[in-house]
């Protein structure tokens, strides 16, 4: 069911349910590397939601195709609304529907940059009126159900995925191979903003595309996708995802508001 | 063709092509009155967007679902991002995509409050880079384009839109009377913040629901929507939106920078 | 009754009786053509609250000389607070004056840009502590009691309106004819910052200066201004809002809090 | 010469006129004690640069009526914008004028709480632009040129100027004696959020009705003002502020810029 | 006792008593003239404070060691955080420890430009939960005690109390002599940003770089500090500021609240 | 050598020096669990600095010791600045130090929630000056060079390490056992924020103290420390961080300046 297909007399009592489990799916239109879309991290979670909505009941917002994408604007394409923004705007979806009754909400990500503004916003409405938000990030809790589905910005985990969900927009007869510009011998990228120094990662804050300028890294190369690593996995990721919000609505709200 | 279906290497090129026009819809998700589902406001500028793609060549942005609805709040299933944010979403899609050489900026709104912020943002980046930013508001051209199209929140002009659009999600036989508690006698509502008043009109800012419970005001009231209306005011609006983005191309930027 | 003219004391028993009637004049400070002065759009509700005091009793707060001017800073002497600063400037004014007791509020605005600034804050304090919120914006509501009176940016109306209010400050024989450089051919400015195309008319965000280098356009080039004019405009006016002052007066707020 | 009255063409000389002296009076709209109008803070400056106008040639921006009194808010009729929006009002007025030309600019200040926000934004475009800002208190200033002339918030010094001023907006005759409730023994209130402890004064921070009901207090009591007094403070502050203005616009602006 | 010293077990007594007196030193790093130390403002309240722990039982919270130094940051190793972030930071610091029972906060501060960051914040927490909040400044404070402790920036006084509290930083045979270099004839430099003009000192908003070069003015130049000054000083601080604590903490908190 | 312990006149060569290496310790004022100190956070970075300083040449910034703590503000003594405030404290340390020539921050970081305001204000002044920033985590870092010093917040790992750097500040003996309120059977809380459903790990925003009601939660519970692994540990990180500084300041700038 998804809200924007309602009316709102029809909303209000879905809302005003308290087993409803509002999923919100949310991206980044962001450089991918040298194959992905640009709107990858979007268009999975819209995927999924899709696919969650027809094994389970839930209410699905609008998916947001904007987040916090500041390390990639020097690739053209990439739209960054900024920390502080996709704060206000996760606070606006959060406060709106809470002040209409919906307590449990879970947040299909498709982008780790996201984090910290849904964490704050979502903490200021569990706090405000007991409600709960999981956190649903598909790319670290793939490699988490098999090893082999490993993570990496815009490399072949996330092209996998696109060729499942839309073959059609991903071309791997166009991939040329990555190239990386270390910083000097003593530091060697293991991701877009990470160095292995003495066998330890650091966090490296520098133009990304200064160091990796075809923008995909960290995994494997996107050249390693297949559609059937990416068939596989999205069919993991619906099923766990479904169960997972099955498990949510049971959790019993006045345990957590008697606290 | 779509933003979020390139890569950013295919996108670049594109982006840096003077003539190339960017067309960004926008809406909002709130309340639209007894009938109209909570998406109509960015439904329709989705569904017209991919009708001008058919027909002309447009590099469009991902549909922007929220927008400024704080009027609307407290009807079930509306989601405000205020003022504030929206004017710092639109500058993060204007800034970003300028930075890599975008100069023709056309926003399809399907939502009067988002005016002023698309305004300030797009008068910043005008300035910062000489770019073009015009603003299609289709409810408003619409009768403009014939009169008996006539224009109201929430009411059979959106409502008759839907039914063309998505007819599945508007069902005409659940459409209750418009109730309106006018202020005093003096004051008779004629939109859903304004009065008149001895023949002239003043804005009057309050809840909207105390004073239009069932949240659609202004032109026809719901229940007088047509599928055939709604046909031939969107086939208008396409066809018009199309042409003007041919000429929009046309402007010699030259002419612009110059002055 | 000017609240600046007493003390706290005197000031307290006003704010709390539930009739008053707190009137707020606002404009701004910017361009108004060729020979309209910069201060026109407060001098005029400075001068339309003076008349009204006198006829009706209410409380007008200091006139707020500057606002949301954004669209007319390449003009010298063009002073703009921004959008979000008018924000919190009519916040301050309304939450301030609410907590003592003020329930009526009547904003009387002498410039459009204003407008989103006063509804957002306006609306925020109707639903803090169900206060009414008007807002009489003069230069549209004139047109709507004389057709004649027809309505642009810093064109004859506002002109003709100074010449009644402070004729010193106008002198039509210095008044240059008004340039227009139109955008191209398909495209004929209507207003400042709209053009008309295939005969409907579209927002077109682009620095002022580049399409009207004089700067007054919309309605009537300023010439045709004339004092008999601005008398008979004024006058209604001034008739208008009082009669306007103690109808809202008499609005019973039970009927609007108890909603 | 009043920048509002100017017409645009008009101002345009005057702001690129490196001799400009431009004068912003600034106030408050807050409590003044038992007598003194809520408007004391910017009245005064209101009238002391219309007296300026007359004797030197300067460029008088409209008064702003509205400061920081947030420590007021308890007393009816304070208006309080804030720091924050200060600052963004102080910062529109410095920058639209120094883009267009002005680089001498002097502030007459009724209310020491606006001066942090003046100061930051005056710094701010003395570092952009060169420009010059002075701060004239003229408060602060009254008492250097003679002793007699103590001050304190909402006390004689203030009701004395506005005797001068505008005589008919205080009546003495209704002048409440001065209640303090002093925090303990060893706290004695010296100002409004002062206390004098072993000798030495310390800021206490505290809602000021608490302490200080009838809201003025620091040098002598209301009660001891005289029209006398205002008027030799007066014209002597008239004196020195058209003094000053004549000198500084002497200061040679290229011994500035160079360094 | 150091708030970081205690777990949150420990820590929860001592802000739920009603008698803890919470000291928060705070100052800043910047330029203090040409021998200062950049840390003077906040290694001398970090010193107070621990001298103020073994006389008196306060808690204390860690030291803020960068404040409001926008005047300042033309000075190398000048960090400035800016009035509104400061005003964010006291705001986080009075709100978490009110939240859990802190009622007593004397501020500790040693750079006057933080004051209306600390008013402001403070005043908020004090209308909130009824707290009261003392600011202790040492430098304004030290002149009352002993007239010949007279104060200005970067100058002998600060120079005096760093000889005392950290003597190892401060090299007074690498004291170059003041420079001021003056804007014309008339105005003569009395602060850093004040001039003496007929007899009154006017602010003069500028960067300090251009008027002052060694950054230190306004008492006595820095080569007049002695050791023995900043021991007498420092310790009659320490007398003063301990005496206040025992005298503040017995201020009856409910005459405060039942106002 | 520390910022704060120098003059400007003695800064400003240091700062303009290309080879400097500006280490910025953070932290956080927070809850430990049941026997870490509130200052773990800063305490430890201000060590390790102290340490780092003894081995190599770095200039030292004051210790910052309040970040992001909004997790934590139901335990007492917590103080949170919030994710914006870090942002601007953050971008005023590296605008302030690359104005005067620092190009190469290390920041020594002893809090998670710190590090998206870090990243994002690094990021900016690494694109306006080319700045290179490092982010050294310590207790990230630690496991990754020995398994055993297994990481979570306010557990064994911090309370050793606080035991080597501060052992008068931890009591072991009155250290409680460490309580978990179950969400549900399905969901079993991994860390302080996330909870294991079906193999993996998933974030769940939720006010902390209901779920892990002493507050230290992830790896080894706190009475699992030994002032052993402490030593180790931190002979380990001082090692390691002094390491990277040196080889950090070798980092050709003019390879990344070019690019």
């Given at each position: 069911m998804k809200l924007a297909h309602l009316s709102w007399r029809k909303?209000?009592?879905?809302?005003?349910?308290?087993?409803?489990?509002v999923?919100?799916?949310?991206?980044?239109?962001?450089?991918?590397?040298?194959?992905?879309?640009?709107g990858t991290d979007?268009?999975?979670?819209?995927?999924?939601?899709?696919?969650?909505?027809?094994?389970?009941?839930?209410?699905?917002?609008p998916v947001i195709p904007f987040g916090v994408a500041t390390h990639h604007t020097s690739f053209p394409g990439t739209i960054d609304m900024g920390l502080e923004t996709l704060i206000a705007v996760m606070r606006g979806v959060f406060t709106n529907l809470a002040k209409h009754g919906a307590r449990r909400f879970v947040v299909v990500n498709g982008h780790g940059g996201n984090d910290p503004a849904i964490e704050k916003a979502g903490l200021e409405i569990a706090?405000?009126?007991?409600a709960l938000v999981a956190l649903l990030n598909w790319w670290s809790i793939a490699p988490q159900l098999n090893k082999a589905w490993t993570t990496g910005h815009g490399d072949a985990q996330e092209v996998a995925a696109m060729m499942h969900v839309h073959p059609e927009l991903v071309d791997l007869a166009d991939c040329p191979k990555t190239v990386?510009?270390?910083?000097?011998?003593?530091?060697?990228?293991?991701?877009?903003?990470?160095?292995?120094?003495?066998?330890?990662v650091v966090k490296l804050v520098r133009d990304l595309k200064r160091g990796i300028p075809q923008g995909g890294f960290g995994g494997l190369a996107s050249e390693n996708a297949t559609a059937q690593w990416g068939a596989d996995m999205m069919t993991a990721i619906v099923d766990y995802f479904s169960a997972f919000v099955e498990d949510f609505r049971k959790v019993p709200l006045d345990r957590i508001e008697d606290r």
């Open positions: 909303a209000e009592p879905v809302l005003n349910n308290p087993d409803t489990v999923v919100i799916p949310i991206g980044s239109t962001e450089q991918h590397g040298p194959v992905g879309p640009l979007w268009l999975i979670p819209e995927w999924i939601t899709n696919e969650m909505e027809k094994r389970t009941d839930i209410l699905v917002t706090r405000e009126t007991g990386v510009n270390e910083l000097s011998e003593d530091f060697a990228f293991t991701h877009l903003s990470a160095i292995r120094y003495k066998g330890a």
